[in-house]
């Protein structure tokens, strides 16, 4: 076997040629990467996508692909789409648990300056 051939190329059982689509994205410490995005999406399917995108965003496609495919495999029915749900329901109850803090801090504010007020009278 060739150590040199890409972790998508030996994920297949294939020869890696010189101009594989995938050995710039998937290299060969790294086959998890590949086999995920494999499971969800399929070689074949990954391959069209990265030929039809100019080289320079291919690396940022696949490394979406990548984190979908995890997403997926973790939660098959809602994918990434669960984790931003809660990500969202996250950051609405921080907003909501800032702006009762803020306030609280008001009405402190009031209490202590109305305090300092009737001392001075």
Known sequence: ?????CAACRYLRRRCPKDCVF???FPPNNPEKFAC???IYGAGNVSKMLQQLP???RAE???????????????PVYG????ISLLQTQIQKTKNLLARTQA????AQIKHSQ???SEFM
């Open 61 to 75: 496609a696949v490394e979406s692909l990548c984190f979908e495919a995890t997403c997926r495999i973790e939660d």
């Open 115 to 117: 305090n300092q007020h």
């Open 80 to 83: 990434c789409v669960g984790m």
């Open 104 to 107: 609280e801090i008001t009405v």
């Open 1 to 5: 076997m060739n150590p040199k051939r």
């Open 37 to 39: 995005v494999h499971r």
């Open 23 to 25: 050995s710039p994205y």
């Open 55 to 57: 080289v320079q965003t």
